[in-house]
């Protein structure tokens, strides 16, 4: 190539390398998720002091911007950078800040609201419509907008997430002051639970933190006007109450301790409703019942406390600290509440004081701070003055006896307080514990040191019974003046000095000796006994059978005797007939025999003058021996010494030989 051709080629070259930079500087092609920032470099007005960003006529970075499209410029004149559409996503929001614009008033920190330049994306209407520099109220909801970055820092941020059981605490970093004399902002109706800055500023929302609290949810709020803290809301557990006290609102009364009842603050969850009605700072009177509330933690304080909680067996008296002053004139009152003077503090419901009625068994949402319950147990209470471990009141009492001997006393007082006697004692002597130690324990001790002083420590103890029946009645006069029922006085143990207790033990183990040596000779005789019916019962048959033969033999007896007397009195009937008739024939034989007689006995006179009177004898006994009158056994001898006597043998061995009653074999034998 020859240099002519060179130098056309390279100007060739040239002049399509400033025909493109012509083209390329003059048409402008911008893609559909683009924007063109144009910076304006000659032929233009000089920026105004203070500025940066140039409207159409000013040199310097444009406040318009060229959407999507194809555009013909000035040659030369503006340097255009593309930029891609600021995406806002669905859970996020673009904060703005402007970094051009009018200054923003002292005393602000955000800037003013501006319209017309559709939600930032037309810099000229914000700058020709006031906008002012700095942090913006309004936000960017979700969407894609072509925003010029050189004059709008847009900041991603997402949507405030408030959880459940969570609230978010406002503080407004812009606003109107805040009222003198208040904790929290006032309440601004219309900003949309603050997602609504230009609302909020153009109500005259103030700064600080705001009486509103936002609930669980989602919000779209501008986390640079308002600072988002999040606490956990209020929950007030079973069996637990929530005591509220307000940190803003009217002064307290000085004369009251508990603010006046507000109505209609939704359980304190609408503060502004609170102090519209005329909510107090202080102790609030009404209570939070288990369960989750979202209240301004800024607003009120909450302080847990058990519920009240009355048993079987007990009754609450309620002391109140609120409601109207009692009658000053008690003379109006009832009678039943002037004994004792101190009853008039006893009031009827409304009015402060001690409540005339009293709480059942059962729960009650009480005010601590309005109401003070005082539990008094209706069942019996024992009081015990005695060693060991079930822990009593009181060691055992000491006293002193007439006799000087030290007595230790350990016994129980048995008391009970009736329900409706209950507010009573509590005007009386305030509780239990100031009854026991102030009344019962004096005059118990009292009592027991006078009694004993009168008498000898033995003679006490022995009558135990008579000194607990002193103390019992002195002890119901004293806690009747308390309302106070006394239902007994136990003596349970009383102990005397170890050597009067020997002296004592010695005395009744003699005694009991005594006693005992006696018992051993009663067990002795009792024992005797008992072997006699031993005896008597082994030998029980046989008197059995003995006792059952003399019955037999009785009963023989008898049935012997009245047979004889009945064959005896036959016999004698029978008898008397033939003695009849006997005594005929004796009478006729009689004279017979005489007759016989008289000849024998001539007939024995001439025998015996003849033979003499032996022979006669011998001649009789022959005969009745022959006739079988006389019976003569083998056995006798008959012997006589002279002739006699060996006649009348001779004789009657003969005689014996022929008798036919004789027997077998007869042996006579001769004594000679």
């Not at 555009?71 to 996020?92: M, N, Q, S």
């Not at 009785?554 to 047979?563: D, G, H």
Request: net charge negative; hydrophobic share 40%.
């Amino acid at each position: 190539m020859n240099l002519p051709e060179a130098y056309f080629t390279i100007g060739a070259i040239i002049g399509v390398y400033f025909v493109l930079r012509i083209f390329f500087s003059t048409v402008v092609v911008v893609k559909g998720n683009e924007i063109a920032i144009l910076e304006r470099r000659y032929v233009g007005k000089p920026l105004p002091d203070g500025r940066v960003i140039a409207m159409s006529s000013e040199i310097g970075v444009q406040a318009r911007v060229l959407g999507p499209g194809l555009y013909y410029l000035i040659p030369f004149l503006h340097d255009v950078r593309k930029a891609p559409f600021t995406i806002i996503a669905e859970d996020e929001i673009g904060i703005i800040e402007s970094v051009d614009g009018s200054p923003i008033p002292q005393g602000h920190i955000f800037a003013k609201v501006i319209d017309a330049h559709n939600t930032f994306q037309d810099g000229e209407a914000f700058l020709l419509g006031g906008g002012q520099k700095g942090p913006q109220v309004q936000i960017i909801p979700p969407g894609s907008y072509r925003i010029n970055t050189a004059l709008f820092k847009v900041t991603i941020g997402r949507n405030f997430y408030i959880p459940p059981g969570q609230i978010g605490i406002i503080t407004s970093m812009d606003g109107e002051p805040m009222t003198p004399g208040r904790l929290l902002a006032k309440h601004i109706e219309g900003h949309g639970n603050f997602e609504n800055g230009q609302a909020f500023l153009n109500n005259s929302g103030q700064r600080g933190p705001q009486i509103d609290v936002l609930m669980p949810g989602v919000y779209r709020i501008n986390t640079s006007l308002f600072k988002i803290e999040l606490r956990p809301a209020t929950v007030i557990p079973v069996a637990n109450i929530g005591l509220v006290t307000a940190l803003d609102g009217a002064p307290l009364p000085d004369n009251e301790f508990v603010a006046k009842k507000v109505e209609n603050h939704m359980d304190y969850q609408n503060a502004s409703l609170f102090l519209n009605a005329g909510g107090q700072r202080g102790p609030q009177l009404d209570v939070l019942r288990p369960g989750t509330y979202y209240i301004n933690p800024a607003m009120f304080d909450i302080a847990l406390e058990q519920i009240t909680e009355v048993q079987r067996g007990q009754v609450a008296v309620i002391v109140s600290n609120v409601g109207d002053e009692p009658p000053v004139d008690i003379a109006s009152m009832a009678a039943t509440e002037l004994i004792s003077g101190q009853e008039r503090y006893v009031v009827s419901e409304g009015y402060r004081g001690i409540q005339k009625t009293v709480l059942g068994p059962g729960r009650y949402y009480l005010n601590l701070c309005a109401e003070i319950a005082y539990i008094i147990d209706t069942t019996n209470i024992i009081i015990a003055w005695a060693n060991g471990d079930h822990q009593p009141q009181f060691k055992p009492l000491k006293v002193i006896s007439k006799d000087g001997f030290t007595i230790e006393i350990a016994m129980k007082v048995i008391i009970r307080v009736r329900p409706d006697q209950a507010p009573y004692m509590v005007a009386k002597i305030g509780s239990i514990v100031n009854l026991v130690h102030h009344v019962i324990q004096p005059t118990v001790a009292s009592s027991l040191r006078n009694q004993a002083s009168e008498t000898s420590a033995m003679s006490f103890m022995l009558d135990r019974q008579v000194e607990q029946q002193k103390v019992e009645e002195r002890a119901r006069i004293e806690l009747e003046k308390y309302h106070v029922e006394c239902v007994s006085v136990l003596i349970c143990q009383i102990n005397l000095p170890q050597d009067l207790m020997d002296t004592q033990t010695q005395r009744i183990i003699a005694r009991e000796q005594m006693e005992m040596y006696k018992a051993e000779g009663y067990a002795q005789d009792q024992r005797a006994t008992m072997e006699k019916k031993r005896a008597q019962a082994d030998m029980q048959p046989k008197l059995v059978d003995a006792e059952i033969g003399v019955q037999i033999a009785t009963q023989s007896k008898l049935t012997t005797v009245i047979s004889a007397e009945a064959d005896g009195e036959s016999k004698r009937l029978i008898a008397e007939g033939e003695a009849a008739g006997i005594r005929v024939q004796g009478e006729a034989e009689a004279a017979r025999i005489l007759a016989i007689g008289k000849s024998t006995a001539e007939s024995y006179d001439l025998q015996n003058k003849a033979i003499g009177g032996n022979g006669v004898t011998a001649i009789e006994i022959a005969k009745q021996i022959a006739s079988g009158n006389v019976k003569i056994t083998p056995d006798f001898l008959v012997q006589g010494g002279d002739s006699t006597g060996g006649l009348v043998s001779a004789y009657l061995a003969k005689l014996i030989g022929n008798s036919p009653q004789a027997p077998n074999k007869a042996t006579i034998v001769d004594a000679n």
